[in-house]
């Protein structure tokens, strides 16, 4: 259980500092509907990856009291460093870009549709996927399933399952559909922008070396979504009904076996 004050009393702060970012991002007169590059959208993402190391190593020495705790790192303030890194990333992709040109616009109800029926799809990839590894000789595990496995129910499950199902999808999109994608499309073309974004948003997830193959298939997919959608929303509801989904059948398979 996350018990620790000095951890509680970072988040909060973190939320300010974040709220107070997109506030000032809000107030640029920098952006516009097509106005950043492909340089600022490699720069996002390393943006992205310094602003959740940091947030990591902070929440972890909020919560350990030490910046090099013994053994493994606790998830859940790791968890909760990543989420902070990733509102200072969307306050750095909204101080150049207007929410118009991220896709936050209305989307035709054909392709949420079509984006729901994707999600089982991409399950059956992923369970394709976890089959050919058993039979490799390799145990499919993310880590944060470990998490959930070992713990639930509890704060920390909660708070990974909010994470997973929410806010990583939220900042991922973001990130590599509305603001790494488009100036990739306008430089290299369509098939090659979604292919980049795609094998960036993959390698990304490193940490878990096995789920990096089937996420680069997600993030094309959700690459042409957004596209050919022309709107953020297709591609944010297949991200999050796969990571629900995902979820869910964990929980199922926890409560079945009376774990």
């Given at each position: 259980?996350?018990?620790?004050?000095?951890?509680?009393?970072?988040?909060?702060?973190?939320?300010?500092?974040?709220?107070?970012?997109?506030?000032?991002?809000?107030?640029?007169?920098?952006?516009?509907?097509?106005?950043?590059?492909?340089?600022?959208?490699?720069?996002?993402?390393?943006?992205?990856?310094?602003?959740?190391?940091?947030?990591?190593?902070?929440?972890?020495?909020?919560?350990?009291?030490?910046?090099?705790?013994?053994?493994?790192?606790?998830?859940?303030?790791?968890?909760?460093?990543?989420?902070?890194?990733?509102?200072?990333?969307?306050?750095?992709?909204?101080?150049?870009?207007?929410?118009?040109?991220?896709?936050?616009?209305?989307?035709?109800?054909?392709?949420?549709?079509?984006?729901?029926?994707?999600?089982?799809?991409?399950?059956?990839?992923?369970?394709?996927?976890?089959?050919?590894?058993?039979?490799?000789?390799?145990?499919?595990?993310?880590?944060?399933?470990?998490?959930?496995?070992?713990?639930?129910?509890?704060?920390?499950?909660?708070?990974?399952v909010g994470y997973g199902v929410l806010i990583a999808p939220l900042v991922e999109e973001l990130l590599f559909r509305c603001f790494l994608l488009p100036p990739l499309?306008?430089?290299?073309?369509?098939?090659?922008?979604?292919?980049?974004?795609?094998?960036?948003?993959?390698?990304?997830?490193?940490?878990?070396?096995?789920?990096?193959?089937?996420?680069?298939?997600?993030?094309?997919?959700?690459?042409?979504?957004?596209?050919?959608?022309?709107?953020?929303?297709?591609?944010?509801?297949?991200?999050?009904?796969?990571?629900?989904?995902?979820?869910?059948?964990?929980?199922?398979?926890?409560?079945?076996?009376?774990?």
């Amino acid at each position: 259980m996350i018990a620790s004050l000095d951890l509680v009393g970072v988040t909060l702060l973190w939320l300010v500092l974040a709220a107070g970012t997109i506030w000032w991002s809000d107030r640029q007169r920098q952006r516009s509907p097509h106005g950043w590059s492909i340089a600022e959208g490699f720069i996002s993402v390393l943006v992205m990856l310094w602003c959740s190391s940091l947030g990591v190593l902070i929440f972890v020495r909020a919560a350990t009291g030490t910046w090099t705790p013994a053994g493994d790192i606790p998830m859940v303030p790791a968890v909760l460093g990543t989420a902070a890194g990733g509102l200072l990333t969307v306050a750095f992709i909204r101080a150049r870009a207007d929410w118009r040109a991220l896709g936050l616009v209305h989307s035709q109800r054909r392709w949420l549709l079509r984006a729901l029926a994707a999600v089982p799809a991409f399950l059956g990839v992923s369970v394709l996927w976890g089959l050919l590894l058993q039979s490799l000789g390799v145990e499919p595990q993310q880590e944060i399933s470990l998490v959930v496995l070992e713990s639930w129910p509890s704060l920390e499950a909660f708070l990974m399952v909010g994470y997973g199902v929410l806010i990583a999808p939220l900042v991922e999109e973001l990130l590599f559909r509305c603001f790494l994608l488009p100036p990739l499309v306008r430089r290299l073309g369509g098939r090659a922008g979604v292919a980049i974004s795609a094998i960036l948003f993959g390698v990304m997830h490193i940490s878990d070396p096995q789920a990096v193959p089937p996420l680069i298939v997600l993030g094309a997919v959700l690459g042409w979504l957004r596209l050919a959608s022309g709107s953020l929303w297709p591609a944010l509801l297949l991200h999050i009904g796969n990571n629900a989904v995902a979820f869910f059948l964990l929980v199922l398979s926890l409560e079945a076996g009376g774990g």
